[in-house]
């Protein structure tokens, strides 16, 4: 399959309907070790946490079919899945999978998008003018699929919202082109739990003004579901009509996240030191959460009041997780500070990121823990990120209020 980037560079978008390609790999955990081990095709799987008290980061179509769904507490899964086989998982292997699938969506793509390790778009508006876009986008599917062995399913239509739903319908390894002209015979059937952001509360709260399909939610007037949704009402109204304006977001890859504190005046106060050392760590792991990211590396730099600067770093299971982090970073602290000497700056960093839609390490964490930073993560969301903090952070927090200056993020 030849690249076309070149054939199009220089030639200016035409006015025309977007034309977007949604894929998305299928159970691509499961599937991921299925390629490693063909002993476990056709069997109930799990992906996820090795306790009961985890949960299901994935599962297999065969453990679907019992109710299994991700983010399910395992206990429950296996409540309704007994003979289910449960795996820990390999985030480094996953990772290692969606790059090379990343690889050659990029070398033939001219715009696409990584929605998560396992979700993509592919902006190929105008590509019509070279080839037929759905028979590009199916030889591309088939491209992948052959050079991985791993199954993707693949929704082509008018924009992004409409080329997921369409995804959706098709899986597990499907393939399925929406015109503009059948947008509306398509959605109208489909529950209005279909439309992608639209959750159990919402879907509940639609059911109990009798409106359980997308055609009703089209046919109402937008002040009503203004007056029921707010905002979001009109938000409603346009997915229900396959209406969506997000663009495809050119894709790069982050490959650390960092930040440093410089001290107004050095110190070898550990307990200060720690207590920084955490507030910082608290802020990025919230940035990784909501940029939906996850790190197996974490670094530690301390630099002397002479200006010597040393580096310990190491290699950890994928996780957001602060208090994972906070373990990692305190003991590298204390490996690293051995010389006694005053310290005028103290800086950590994460690196070996990887996209996920999973906000918190779904492998390690408990159902427990993981609702926990679900409910921080929102607190932070809408008030802020020092809405809600340790205890032992506060004094710093408040500083980092009074002065910008205190953290300089990198």
Known sequence: ?????????????????????????????????????????????????SSHRGVVASCSYEARKFGVHSAMPIRMALQLCPDAKIISGDMEAYSKHSHIITEIIQEESPLFEKASIDEFYIDASGLDRFFGTVDWAKKLRRKII????????????????????VTGEYKPNGEKHIAQNEVRGFLDPLSVKKIPMV???????????????????????????????????????????????????????????????????????????????????????????????????????????????????????????DQNLINHALTLFKKLYTRRMLIRLIGIRFSALVHGNYQINLFDDTEESIKLYQALDKIKGKYGQTSIIRAATADVNNRIRMDNNLFDGR
């Open 199 to 321: 959750g159990a509360k919402t879907t509940q709260f639609l059911a109990e003004m009798g409106v359980s399909h997308i055609k009703i939610l089209r046919q109402m007037p937008i002040k009503m579901l203004e007056q029921a949704f707010g905002k979001n009402g009109r938000v409603l109204w346009h997915k229900a009509n396959g209406i969506d304006h997000s663009p495809v977001t050119a894709y790069t890859e982050r490959k650390s996240i960092s930040t440093e504190c410089t001290f107004n005046q050095d110190t070898t106060d550990i307990v200060k030191m720690k207590v920084i050392l955490i507030a910082m760590i608290e802020k990025l792991a919230f940035k990784l959460r909501e940029s939906k990211k996850l790190t197996s590396c974490i670094a530690v730099k301390i630099r002397y009041s002479n200006f010597d600067t040393e580096t310990k770093q190491i290699r950890i299971a994928y996780t957001a997780s």
């Open 146 to 165: 052959t050079e991985t062995g791993l199954p993707i399913s693949m929704g082509v239509s008018v924009n992004k919202m409409m080329s997921k739903v």
């Open 1 to 49: 399959m030849n690249s076309i980037k070149d054939r199009i560079h220089h030639v200016p978008s035409p006015p025309n309907p977007q034309t977007i390609i949604h894929m998305d790999l299928d159970a691509f955990f499961v599937s991921v070790e299925c390629l490693l081990n063909s002993k476990l095709k056709g069997l109930p799987l799990i992906v996820g946490g």
